[in-house]
DNA sequence: GTCAGTGCAAACGGTTTGCATGTTT
DNA sequence: AAACATGCAAACCGTTTGCACTGAC
């Protein structure tokens, strides 16, 4: 899994990966690399379009699969709403609050021992990224259900 | 949250909470005393129209949700395709497997640790059912990726 | 008789796809 | 110039909703 935080090395991967450098794909990336929380494809749209109105939301979708697919971006479901995308930067997991949707970042390692005892025991080899937990952040759990 | 395998103990606790019995609540809840396995909503409704092919999808869907709010009924989301319901038994934990789609279920208490690190470390309460987790079942991680 | 529950059809959010056009290589 | 990437619009899947009607209480 690639370790990516800066536009230059993204391009290199598509360089190395014979993928053409065209400009909505430098303005999805510009975006993912300056992002600072974990963008739906729709957030992410947007953005591209404050910069580059012509670029159309299937694009975005199609970009963001292509990264995906070069381990290049991470998505993850939350149980709610749309997938999230981000950089495959240092790898972390991911829980969701169903009160207030935010998804929030957590080590990964707290998988350590549940990957461990699935694949044990059930030959189960868990992907820590392709959804996040769910369940209640301190604020919501103090507000109420 | 409730422990129900029996159709009478799901209909017992709707009359308690002054939900009206009809046919096609008995045919949902029928269809999920016998399934084997986590149905969709689409299976349900397949399943329910085989006895009742006047019951519409919008009506499975609202009668599941009913059941749901009541914890008479769990659902969960795999981060691929539609969430999977079935009845509120003993508690488990869902995983899925990005290759094959399988859902199935694993003690719960492979969580213990970690719900524990998520609350004293974030503030963070865990769901255990709200989600499945996602990776390769013993059988598609042997085929290949 | 009242109101919750239902069927239908239409709308919805998120995402994917077919196709003609434009752009990178 | 060939191949690939794009924009658009339409389709798609899973799910929710408005509304008039039916049937449980």
Same mark, same amino acid.
């Given at each position: 899994m690639g370790?990516v935080?800066?536009?230059?090395?993204?391009?290199?991967?598509l360089?190395? *990966?014979a993928?053409?450098?065209?400009?909505?794909?430098r303005?999805?990336?510009?975006?993912?690399? *300056?992002? *600072?929380?974990?963008?739906?494809?729709d957030?992410?749209?947007k953005q591209v379009?404050? !910069?580059?109105?012509d670029v159309?939301?299937?694009?975005?979708?199609r970009i963001?699969e292509e !990264?995906d697919?070069l381990d290049?971006?991470?998505h993850?479901?939350?149980g =709610? @709403?749309a997938a999230?995308? =981000?950089?495959a @930067?240092a790898?972390?997991s991911?829980v969701?609050?169903?009160g207030? =949707?935010?998804t929030?970042?957590?080590?990964?390692e707290?998988y350590d021992?549940?990957?461990?005892?699935? !694949?044990?025991?059930?030959g189960?080899e !868990?992907n820590? *990224?392709h959804?996040a937990?769910s @369940?209640?952040?301190?604020h919501?759990r103090g507000s109420?259900?």
């Amino acid at each position: 899994m690639g370790t990516v935080q800066r536009s230059d090395e993204v391009l290199e991967a598509l360089r190395a *990966h014979a993928k053409r450098i065209t400009a909505p794909k430098r303005a999805v990336i510009e975006v993912l690399v *300056h992002a *600072h929380d974990h963008l739906t494809a729709d957030e992410v749209t947007k953005q591209v379009q404050a !910069l580059r109105p012509d670029v159309s939301p299937s694009t975005v979708y199609r970009i963001l699969e292509e !990264l995906d697919d070069l381990d290049l971006v991470v998505h993850s479901h939350t149980g =709610h @709403g749309a997938a999230v995308y =981000h950089l495959a @930067g240092a790898s972390h997991s991911h829980v969701t609050c169903e009160g207030c =949707h935010t998804t929030f970042e957590v080590p990964s390692e707290i998988y350590d021992r549940l990957a461990r005892e699935l !694949l044990a025991t059930q030959g189960f080899e !868990l992907n820590r *990224h392709h959804v996040a937990l769910s @369940g209640l952040c301190e604020h919501c759990r103090g507000s109420h259900s």
